[in-house]
Each structure stands twice: as C-alpha cells, then as structure tokens.
C-alpha cells in the first residue's frame, strides 16, 4: 500500500450579503441593520443577528464580528467570541462552522476564500483601510494558515459606487499611490475613487485570479445602507463561512 499525505478533507466557503430589508430596526435603521454600534436599540440589533443565525443554520455564537476602525489590523479566530473582536478590520479562519462578519455602510465587504486550503476571510475596506493595505495583510494572515493566492476567490462586495464617491485631489492621490485603479472621475467630472476597483487591481498583484463584484451602489440602491447618503443610518453585512 503507498504511502500518501494526509489532506483536508473538502469544504465548501459561503458567502452570503444582507440588504436592509425584513428586519426588526426602526427609521432610521429599518429595518434589517446588524451594526451595534450605531444608536440602534440594542434588542432590535439582537433579534435581527438572531435571524441571520437562523438562517444560515449556526447557533448564534458562531457569528464573529469585529470592532471596525478603518486600519488594517487581522486577527486570526478558532472559535466564538463573545464581543467583537476589538481594533480589527479583517477576520480569519479555517474553522467550519464559524461565521466571519464585516459590516458596511459604503464601504466595501471583502470576503475571500481558498477552498482547498478551507481558509476565509471576511474584510472591511473602505478609503483608510485600502490606503493602509487591509486586504494584503488579510491575504497574509490567509497563507500563513495555508492558503495560496492563486487558489482564492474574492467577493467585493456593495459599496459607493466611483460615480458617487467625491473626495478631494490630494485625497485621491494618496490611494492611488497604492491603488491606481481607484482613481476615478465622479459623475459631475470631480475627482474620486472607486474603491473596489482599486481593490480589485491590489488582489490582482497579489495573484488573485478570481475576482467577482456586487456592482450595486450604496448610495444608489435605497434596499442597502448608506452613511454617506443619510447620515445616521444602519449596516449590512458579509458573511463567510466554511460549510
């Protein structure tokens, strides 16, 4: 009998993007928001986390969140957290079953997955967290749990759209510095960004061959939250797991 190594046995990463609709949160969070950290009634935010849970068929404490700050802190997760997961913006894991969610409001979900290695990642990506290479280093927490670049497959998720996302010269100077294909004209001829696709041209460099987006624009589709386009408002989610 020959010898052979012993591999993982196959998975199959999830990935799922919530929108405001059919939840418990009251104007202005109506109705399906999951960010407990933006004025919503505490009870609401549960009970809406609770049907994601129900849904996605996991017991609630296998959702893991993060405290989100625009960096590009990863923390790497085996098991429930009973709070978020302070000062991070990048989750990752090879452990089925626990859910990794990132929560937006104009800035981008990344979530990714190498599912021969059974390693994902759930990222937040806005202008900060593109400019302070949030997605690189979530790439390298990724490898040094087994994945390989050219095996991952990235979902960028709903964000503000390059049309709609006005920021000053010198502002999107400094991102393009890192990701020139995020410097973009806005619809009214002003200088802006498109932030998923410089993300898409940084995981490209990195060898990323499989990149797929949610071509929706927040501020656009009033079925997502949007800070920039109401001010105090709720917050979806991507979620990624290994199922």
């Known amino acids: ?28 969070y109506d ?5 407990a950290h933006v004025g919503d009634d ?17 017991p609630g404490d296998r959702l893991v969140w993060m405290a989100q700050v625009h960096g590009a802190g990863v923390a790497v997760v085996d098991g429930p957290r009973p709070e978020p997961v302070p000062s991070t913006d990048a ?12 929560l937006a409001a104009d800035c981008v979900p990344v979530l990714l997955a190498d599912p021969v290695a059974g390693v ?25 749990l087994g994945a390989r670049p050219e095996r991952l497959s990235a979902l960028l998720g709903p964000a503000v759209c390059g049309a709609c996302y006005e920021v000053p010269a010198a502002m ?20 802006g960004l498109d932030l998923r696709a410089g993300l898409d041209g940084v995981l490209r460099g990195l060898g990323v061959a499989e990149v797929v987006h949610d071509p929706r624009c927040t501020v656009e589709d009033r079925r997502l939250f949007s800070h920039r386009r109401d001010g105090v408002t709720g917050r979806q989610a991507g979620l990624v797991w290994l199922g």
């Open 91 to 102: 989750l990752v894991t090879r452990t089925t079953g626990l859910v990794l969610g990132v």
């Open 172 to 191: 999107r100077a400094e991102v393009a510095a890192v990701a020139p294909d995020g410097a973009v004209r806005t619809r009214r001829g002003t200088p």
């Open 120 to 144: 994902v990642a759930a990222v937040h990506a806005g202008r900060e967290g593109l400019r302070l290479g949030v997605v690189p280093a979530a790439v390298e927490a990724m490898r040094g």
């Open 42 to 58: 505490p009870d609401d935010v549960a009970a809406n986390r609770a049907r994601v849970a129900r849904e996605l068929g996991v």
């Open 1 to 28: 009998m020959s010898s052979t190594t012993a591999a993982r046995p196959a998975v199959r990463p999830r990935r799922v993007v919530t929108d405001r609709r059919g939840g418990r949160s009251r104007p202005p």
């Open 31 to 35: 109705s399906f928001n999951l960010g």
